[in-house]
C-alpha cells in the first residue's frame, strides 16, 4: 500500500493537468474527437491493446448523433486544438469510443473500468470567483462545458490505467478500460454494449464524482437509477396566411401544445416512479402565419423498465392523437435511453474493503438509492450482470462550488486520488474477490 500511495502520489500532479486540459478543451457527445485521440494516444503508450471507432461502437445503436456537418466541424476544430493525429481519423462520423486492454497473461477474471468522456451543453461561466475561469482553464469551445464531473472521470481512467500498466507484474486476468462517449442524454452506452465491448467483462466498476456526497466519503454502490426515454417530435402541418386563408392552413404549433399538456397528464404508474417532461417546444415563424413546423424535447422515465414502457407508449399515442385532431404529421425520433439496473449488492463488501484502505476516506456506505435520475451506464451493468458477472456503480463524494449541470460547477480535485487507489486496489486483490464468489474468466 505505500508504494501505491507513493506512485499516486506522483501522478496526481499529472491527473490534475489532464482534468484541466480537458475542461479547457470540452467536447459534448460523439464530438470528443480531441479526448478520443489522446486517451487513445495515451493508451497505447502504456502497453495497452487499444480498440476505437467501429470496433467498440455499433452504428446502429447509437442515439441522438449530431448532423454530420456538426460532426465535421467539430473534427476539425479537433485538430486545430491538438488532437492526435494518428488516431483521430478513427473516430471520424462521431464513432468517439475507446477500449484499452491490459493482459497479464495469468489467469484470472476480466475487469472492466467504464469512464464517460463528454461535457454538457452549457456556456461556462467567466465569472471571476469560478476557479476554472479564474485560473484559465475554463472552456474554449462555445456552449460545450464539463459540468457534470466527466472531465475527472477521465482524468481518473488515465491515471489508474497509467499505474495498472507500472504494476502488470503483480495482477492476474484481463483489464478493460471502457472511456465511453455521450453519456449526457443517456445516448452512447448501448452502441458499446451491442458492439460487445461488455461480452466478456467477469466484474464492471462504473463511477461518479460527487452527486451530493461529501468529500471523503464512497458509495460502494447505487440503486434506483430510472429507466427512461428521450424523444424527439416534429409536427408538420400546412403554412397558410392567417388573416386571408387560416382555412388552408393546418397548425403544427396547436398540435404541439395540445400534445404538452396531454403529455402531462398521462396517469401516474401504481407500480413504481414514473416521470415525463416535456422540456423544450417551439414553433411558429410569424403572428400572421398559421404555423407550418414545430418541435418537442421530451423524456419518460420509470422506476423498471416496465413502468417506462408505459409512459412511452402512453406519450407515443397521446402525440399520433394531438398530430391527428389538427391533421398535421408528426415524426419521432429516440434520441436518447437507459434502463433500470441495480448495482450487484455482493460486490458492496469488496468495495468497501477497499476504499477502507484508503485514508482520507472518512466514511463508507454500501448501498445507496441515486435520487430519481438515469445513469447510460445500466445498459452496460445490466449486460455483465445478465452474463452472470458482478457489476456496481460508485460514488466518490466531493466538495462542489455548484451543482451538477451548472455553469459555475466545479469540485475538489483530490477526490481524484481517493477514486484512483480505491479502483486500484480493486484490480490488485481482485484475485480474492474471484476466489470467494467463484467468478470464472471468460
Not at 460532426?71 to 484499452?100: C, I
Not at 489508474?160 to 452512447?188: D, W, Y
Not at 454494449?193 to 466519503?217: C, K, N, R, W, Y
Not at 422506476?303 to 391533421?327: C, S, W
Amino acid at each position: 500500500m505505500t508504494d501505491i500511495n507513493n506512485m499516486i502520489e506522483q501522478l496526481y500532479p499529472e491527473m490534475v493537468e489532464w482534468r484541466r486540459d480537458f475542461h479547457k478543451y470540452a467536447e459534448s457527445g460523439w464530438v470528443e474527437f480531441r479526448t478520443a485521440s489522446l486517451v487513445a494516444a495515451r493508451l497505447e503508450q502504456w502497453g495497452f491493446e487499444v480498440k476505437a471507432g467501429e470496433e467498440v461502437i455499433d452504428k446502429d445503436s447509437r442515439m441522438g448523433v449530431p448532423q454530420e456537418d456538426f460532426l465535421r466541424r467539430h473534427e476539425a476544430r479537433a485538430e486545430q486544438q491538438g488532437a492526435d493525429m494518428k488516431w483521430l481519423p478513427r473516430f471520424s462520423g462521431g464513432f468517439t469510443g475507446v477500449v484499452g486492454i491490459l493482459d497479464t497473461g495469468r489467469p484470472g477474471p476480466t475487469i472492466g473500468y467504464r469512464f464517460d468522456m463528454d461535457a454538457l451543453d452549457i456556456q461556462e461561466s467567466n465569472d471571476q470567483d469560478h476557479q476554472p475561469f479564474a485560473d484559465q482553464f475554463a472552456s474554449v469551445n462555445d456552449g460545450m462545458m464539463h459540468a457534470c464531473g466527466h472531465d475527472a472521470h477521465t482524468s481518473i481512467g488515465l491515471g489508474l490505467a497509467k499505474l495498472l500498466s507500472a504494476i502488470k507484474s503483480q495482477l492476474n486476468g484481463r483489464i478493460k478500460m471502457i472511456f465511453q462517449p455521450s453519456e449526457e442524454g443517456v445516448r452512447g452506452a448501448k452502441s458499446m454494449v451491442e458492439a460487445g465491448v461488455l461480452d466478456d467483462v467477469d466484474v464492471l466498476f462504473a463511477s461518479h464524482i460527487g452527486t451530493g456526497v461529501p468529500l471523503g466519503e464512497v458509495v460502494c454502490g447505487s440503486n434506483g437509477f430510472l429507466s427512461t426515454t428521450k424523444m424527439d417530435v416534429s409536427f408538420t402541418g400546412v403554412a397558410s396566411h392567417a388573416g386571408a386563408k387560416p382555412e388552408e392552413g393546418k397548425n403544427a404549433l396547436l398540435a404541439a401544445a395540445t400534445a404538452a399538456l396531454n403529455l402531462h397528464s398521462i396517469p401516474r404508474h401504481s407500480g413504481g416512479a414514473s416521470r415525463v417532461n416535456v422540456g423544450v417546444l417551439n414553433a411558429g415563424s410569424g403572428r400572421n402565419v398559421v404555423p407550418a413546423s414545430a418541435h418537442l424535447k421530451l423524456e419518460t422515465r420509470g422506476e423498471t423498465a416496465e413502468i417506462n414502457r408505459f409512459m412511452f407508449e402512453n406519450a407515443q399515442q397521446v402525440i399520433k392523437g394531438a398530430a391527428q385532431m389538427y391533421d398535421v404529421e408528426a415524426k419521432i425520433d429516440i434520441v436518447g435511453a437507459a434502463t433500470s439496473c441495480n448495482s450487484s449488492p455482493e460486490l458492496a463488501p469488496y468495495i468497501r474493503s477497499q476504499a477502507e484502505q484508503v485514508d482520507t476516506v472518512k466514511s463508507i456506505q454500501d448501498i445507496s438509492s441515486f435520487a430519481a435520475g438515469s445513469e447510460d451506464a445500466t445498459y452496460m451493468l445490466d449486460k455483465v450482470k445478465s452474463n452472470g458477472g458482478l457489476a456496481s456503480y460508485a460514488i466518490f463524494g466531493t466538495t462542489l462550488a455548484a451543482g451538477h449541470h451548472n455553469e459555475k460547477f466545479d469540485f475538489d480535485e483530490s477526490v481524484m486520488i481517493i477514486a484512483l487507489k480505491t479502483l486500484a486496489l480493486a484490480a490488485i486483490n481482485i484475485e480474492q474477490l474471484a476466489k470467494d464468489k467463484q467468478i470464472l474468466s471468460h
